[in-house]
């Protein structure tokens, strides 16, 4: 009796508090929320299938992260845990601990930094019971790629000796001259710190002192570290350590520096490259070197005297060391000796000239030239060194720089693809033609093999074919890596397989491809909807393997990789894949065969957005994120058959208690009838009878995103349509396309018939729409206020203005001229300034800069990259001469899109206070009504709202 009424009480109570949870109004979304939104990050699923990992992460502060077991669904929470792995017997699981938000930022405000701040922990948990061990002050940790039982981690300095190399060494010279000499000298520059290795199972460690570097075997049977210099006696060196006989063996010892150290498959052979040049020397000489277990001896393979090294070329410190699949060759990276010029020690740095040097002939211009300067400086050529004959080969040359090997580069056969020729067109012929060579890896022999193609030509997994994609003929071609026939293996089909929405003036591009069977036997490439069986030697007739159920259904199938490692698809293997339905926008997973003929098998499909879908290597069981406008992307679980869909996470349950909204697939059609479709976005609880203010946010086509998640967060460029939208604002976002030549004009065809279409439904008040987009969306609307006063404020962010100027301006960020973009790309115009100036002219709003009667917000920063600032500073100052509302917000030192947090808050604010102004009728801020003096900059920001009569006051300090 006791317990039915216990029960009672529980759930008369559980009755009360949903009730009133039901009662309590929702708040709309603020600006104040954004720190605490969480995003969930890192999933991961043990390799048994048993446990799960993930980070829920706040935007700004500490977040947790949760380890779940599969089998009683309890999970455990870990504060600050972040960088989380499973080992591979699943036995446990490891991470570090971040030092405290609040700490952290405490110590900064007292000027802290560096080795005074907190550093992070590790922790081992063990999985069977959940017990935690913890380490203090770990910079790193590794475990084995595929073995198990070890874990290796790095400690950062010690407190005591980051207080003793603080001391003033020059204060304690009291000492007896007998004492300074039998002391060794200690390397100030020295940065190595403690390395443990520890055994997981047994808890047993072993230290080494001095690392700077380290490495795991594949299996874990061998642990290779780099040692510091610490002092004369004690040098710096290679060192291995036996997981099998628990035992140290130097490798080599000596030299100033040792880089690059890897190993084979087996964990058996190591190769490393390492100089006896001081650091600060002009030019430091490398070789490589190799060790194996075997004969556990040092051998140098190759410096500057190597047989098979160009004259006057060098082994290069900055290349990637890999040893084949099968251990018998190394691949290393070598460079042209570079040009040692003597210092002028006559002339002061004020006295020598500075300058660059443009010329027509320049393969680069000089901004990409410049802004390439440090990639050319470590930039190595490929070469390769068969461990079994003694040979070296280069394979890269200043000819043929980029050099591409099989999947397990066991091959006889090496694809080299160059640009090089063509260099001096990059700005404006694109795609960029290229050649390509096949290397003979036997022989040393290189023979063209494509002359010009617009594609990236790439080699099969074994090696036994060259294929790509031709931009020219819009088809899929292979040829054998043995000699043969370029083949067109897609030219006889029906389907394209180029993107057919694809809109820009130049060669539109595919749709991709989803691997290689196995032993190179067929490469599988989509078309829009399908997937297609290609046999590359074009004996056999190309199969649709998705039997065209994606184009009879809308769907566009995608093969979903579950094993990270895949070199190939097996033979025989289940296809698993995704299906986004391209008129509905529903989206989900689907089953199909790479040798059984079947239709694919729908698994799951709903009004959601599936992403992230992972496997666990040894079970039936995955993971995913499932969400949709209204819901955070949380991690679900079911098995390979979707029958048994479990929610995770409830990353963010405070949503529950805000105003959110509903989004709505809309179609309508462009003034010249193209069919269109956009997104509607509506405040929750929409009334059809009352009118609302809506905003207009568009780039080129979004309604794919149709049921993506959108966070609550400060904006870099763009408005929050969430925020918006839980502000009773309406959100539409069209679709647009395009005209070749008539970029602007065609905006305004997409956009303004589905604005109309809208405000005739009733809800809409017309008098009260606003514009906003940011980079390509901010051009658009620049020029659309010149075209029409529909709407009563705008938002530009980063507009191209003035395309006449723009054309012979930089790209800073890339250092790439502007001009291919207005001839070939985004801009859409077709032609150079000199053959279309008309068309630049009627697509610049800075020439109509008078008929614009739209209050309008820019923001351009002075450090972006992409578009040039001065685009935002000439529109601005002709609509400032011509006493129009405009405002420009400027961000020191930032880029096109806003980085830093602070500024992204701050622009949020902005935006919100500059549309409620103009659509709402609230008040002004300061920085709108009387702007921020620079005088007062950084000190006052203007944020506050004035009323009308307070506008006439001065603002103060």
Known sequence: MKKLLCLAVFFSASLLQAEAQQQTPKKPLSHDVYDSWNSLEGDKISNNGQFVLYNIDPQEGDGDLYIRSMVNNAAAKYNRGTKARFTNDSQFAVFQIKPEHQKVRALKLKKKKGDDLPKDSLAIVKLVDMSVVKMPRVKSYKLPKEGSGW???????????????????????????????????????????????????????????????????????????????????????????????????????????????????TGNQLAYV???????????????NYWNTKNRRNQLLADTAAKGLPQKWMVSEH????????????????????????????????????????????????????????????????????????????????????????????????????????KITIGYDTPTRKDAYLIDLKKGTAKQVLKETRGNPRLSPMGKYVYWYEPMDSSWHALSARGGANINLTKKLAVPFYDVDFDMPMLPDDYGFAGWVEDDSYLLVYDQHDIWKLDPTGKKAA?????????????????EKLDPEEKFIPANADLYLSGFNIRTKADGYYKDYVSKEAKPEKLISSDHAYTSLSKAKDEQLVTFRRGDFRNYNDLYTSNLGFANVEKLTDANPQAAAYKWGTVELMDWKSTDGVPLQGLLYKPENFDPKKKYPMMVYFYERSSDRMHAHRTPAPSASTINIPLFVSNDYLVFVPDIVYKDGYPGESAMDCIIPGVQLLVQQGFVDDKNMALQGQSWGGYQIAYMVTRTNLFKAAMAGAPVSNMTSAYGGIRWGTGLSRQFQYERTQSRIGGTLWEKPLQFIENSPLFFADRVETPLLIMHNDNDGAVPWYQGIEYFMALRRLNKPVWMLVYNGEDHNLMQRKNRKDLSVRMSQFFDHYLKGAPAPVWMQQGVPSVIKGKNFGLELVSEPEVAGELQE
């Open 274 to 288: 390492a100089s006896a040049d001081t650091v600060g020397a002009d030019i430091r000489y490398f070789g490589l």
């Open 543 to 559: 199969v649709n393997l998705t039997d065209s159920y994606g184009r009879q259904n809308n769907l566009r199938l995608r093969y």
């Open 319 to 422: 290349g990637n060391l890999t040893f084949s699949e099968d251990g018998k060759r190394l691949f290393f990276g070598t460079f042209p000796r570079p040009v040692r010029y003597e210092k002028d020690t006559t002339q002061l740095d004020e006295d020598k000239v500075s300058l660059d040097i443009w010329t027509y002939k320049d393969p680069l211009i000089q901004p990409m030239q410049l802004k390439q300067n440090d990639q050319e400086l470590k930039r190595s050529f490929l070469a390769m060194y068969d461990l079994k004959s003694g040979k070296m080969q280069q394979l890269a040359t200043l000819e043929m720089p980029d050099v591409y090997l099989d999947a397990y580069k066991t091959g006889d056969v090496a694809l080299a693809v160059s640009d090089e020729k063509y």
């Open 151 to 265: 874990l290796a981690y790095h400690l950062e300095k010690p407190l005591a000796e980051k207080k003793e190399a603080k001391k003033d060494t020059a204060a304690v010279s009291e000492k007896k001259v007998e004492t300074k000499k039998s002391t060794p000298k200690k390397n100030k520059d020295a940065k190595g710190t403690e390395l443990v290795l520890r055994n997981l199972n047994t808890g047993q460690e072993h230290r080494f002192s001095r690392v700077v570097d380290y490495i795991f075997s594949e299996q874990g049977n061998m642990l290779y570290f780099v040692k510091d210099e610490l002092d004369s006696l004690h040098h710096a060196g290679v060192f291995a350590f036996s997981t099998s006989e628990l035992k140290e063996m130097p490798i080599d010892t000596g030299k100033v520096t040792y880089k690059g150290i890897t190993t084979d498959k």
